[in-house]
């Protein structure tokens, strides 16, 4: 079993910031890429960020020069850096990894998700 634990999410002011953090753990052999999606209320989720295992980035545009991912590999752990944060980037945040397994099988998991509100 492999499970995707968030943390970090709540309610921030707009220009304030948050980090959120996703640790992997359970049956795991290597974790490939990385990622958080967000999803606000009556839109489809969407990517904000992916990181490789080598550490190579892409960001949605809307996010660029605002957020910053990165991973802690011996950790199995993930980060959202978010600065700046505007009204709009109130979602719900997960975090999802594709993960080898110690059975040799690769799959995306889920995190359960994380609120992050951006509201004065």
């Known amino acids: 079993q492999v499970q995707l634990v968030e943390s970090g999410g709540g309610l921030v002011q707009p220009g304030g910031s948050l980090r959120l953090s996703c640790a992997a753990s359970g049956s795991i052999f290597s974790i490939n890429s990385m990622g958080w999606y967000r999803q606000a209320p009556g839109k489809q989720r969407e990517s904000v960020a992916t990181?490789?295992?080598?550490?190579?980035?892409n960001y949605a545009d809307s996010v660029k020069g605002r957020f910053t991912i990165s991973r802690d590999n011996a950790k199995n752990t993930v980060y959202l850096q978010m600065n700046s944060l505007k009204p709009e980037d109130t979602a719900v945040y997960s975090c999802?990894?594709?993960?080898?397994?110690?059975?040799?099988?690769?799959?995306?998991?889920w995190g359960q998700g994380t609120q992050v509100t951006v509201s004065s």
């Open positions: 999802n990894a594709y993960i080898t397994t110690i059975a040799r099988t690769t799959t995306g998991y």
């Open positions: 990181i490789t295992r080598s550490g190579s980035t």
